[in-house]
């Protein structure tokens, strides 16, 4: 005579998911609540972590998973190259150095674990609680900023400026209310018995899985080489700019509390013209940040932000061989900021801090350095004239005569 089924088994496949998100996510923990403390775009990140975890034991106290006997099974094995995918997006994050592709790996996992243990059903129910995970990520805000400055130029015809620090954080809202919405919608269904096993939703979340990792390798891929960055030791006077030390914000001190050295100069000239020159240096490439981190906390709001090789405002003079630099415009108010930044060590400069990441990988320990110049603006007097002129008078970084 068989006697009754022990609870022990539906209670770990219960706990067996999130204990593995647990420990992958572990060592990402640090990162992650540093970035909600100090990065404008990233924080109150919390939440949006803790409405998932919310979300996950509203599921399964909604739809408490059938015997593996009596569940449809056409579904669940759709969770191995779902793990798979995610198995692979981590090995990437850890061999070039990655760690929000960790971090996407860490929910990936424990999400795929989910699907296998208590069946493809629930792992559509559970969907939001890993959208919701996401949204809680560092660099995620940074990322739908630039999709929106992309999608504004391309359907706008003048673009004005993308959300900042706020707008961001609202598009956050409107995705996590999405997700809940037709995570309610579906729970509704399965309650009713009406969720039957979808086989164009396996091939959706396969579509969208391929395009995120194509997507990693693309941020990836290397660029070009520039020349050595000495900015420190440069002289304080050069032509007509004078330049002198100048306070850091609180919001910068916040964001590079852990760098070498950081530092900001202005230079001006006898007729006005101003340029901010931000310097920071870091033995952890990890501690550099984007510039777009700083001006959103600042209230600016982003135009462009453009490899400058691509960018047709300003056109820089750089001395031979020209710095791997992004170019980046935005506006507050009435101000217009025009800037070019870039991140280097001593043999190796570019606009993408992922590749320089990928160098640091490849080639060792720093020192590792961001170099941001800006000029101010209003409606009367454009700053991308004054930012020429600086690059092509200042030694260090401005053509040969």
Not at 308 to 333: C, I, N, S
């Amino acid at each position: 005579m068989r006697g009754r089924p022990s609870p022990v088994r539906p209670l770990l496949r219960l706990l067996a998911p999130p204990l593995v998100l647990l420990a992958l996510l572990a060592p990402s923990l640090p990162w992650i609540v540093q970035a909600w403390r100090t990065s404008p775009l990233d924080a109150w990140g919390w939440v949006f972590l803790l409405l998932g975890v919310l979300w996950w034991l509203l599921v399964l106290d909604l739809a408490t998973p059938a015997p593996a006997a009596d569940r449809p099974r056409s579904l669940d094995h759709a969770g191995w190259p779902v793990l798979g995918l995610f198995a692979v997006i981590g090995l990437l994050g850890l061999l070039l150095d990655v760690r929000v592709a960790q971090a996407v790996a860490a929910l990936g996992i424990g999400w795929a674990c989910g699907w296998l243990l208590l069946g493809g059903r629930l792992a559509l129910l559970l969907a939001p609680a890993l959208v919701l995970g996401l949204l809680a990520l560092p660099t995620t805000g940074y990322v739908l900023q630039l999709g929106l400055a992309a999608l504004a130029e391309r359907l706008l015809p003048q673009p004005g400026g993308t959300a900042g620090a706020a707008g961001v954080m609202l598009l956050k809202a409107v995705i996590a209310s999405a997700a809940l919405l037709l995570g309610l919608l579906l729970a509704w269904l399965a309650r009713r018995g009406r969720l039957a096993p979808p086989r164009p939703v396996t091939a959706a979340y396969g579509a969208a899985a391929a395009l995120a990792l194509l997507g990693l390798l693309a941020a990836l891929n290397p660029p070009a080489f520039g020349p050595p960055l000495a900015l420190a030791d440069d002289e304080w006077a050069f032509g007509a700019w004078l330049g002198a030390e100048i306070p850091v914000t609180a919001a910068e001190r916040r964001l590079f509390a852990d760098s070498r050295s950081l530092s900001k100069r202005l230079y001006s000239t006898r007729d006005g013209q101003r340029v901010s020159v931000l310097l920071v240096e870091s033995d952890d490439v990890h501690d550099l940040h984007t510039p777009e981190y700083c001006l959103s906390g600042s209230g600016w709001s982003l135009l462009r932000d453009v490899p400058l090789a691509a960018g047709d405002a300003p056109q820089l003079e750089f001395r031979h061989p020209a710095p791997a630099a992004g170019a980046l415009t935005a506006v507050r108010g009435g101000q217009r900021l025009a800037g070019v930044y870039w991140f280097g060590s001593d043999a190796r400069s570019t606009d993408d801090i992922a590749g320089l990441r990928l160098h640091r990988r490849l080639h060792g320990d720093g020192p590792w350095r961001m170099i941001l110049v800006t000029a101010v603006g209003d409606s009367a007097r454009s700053p991308e004239p004054v930012l020429r002129r600086f690059v092509r008078d200042a030694p260090w970084l401005g053509s040969e005569s």
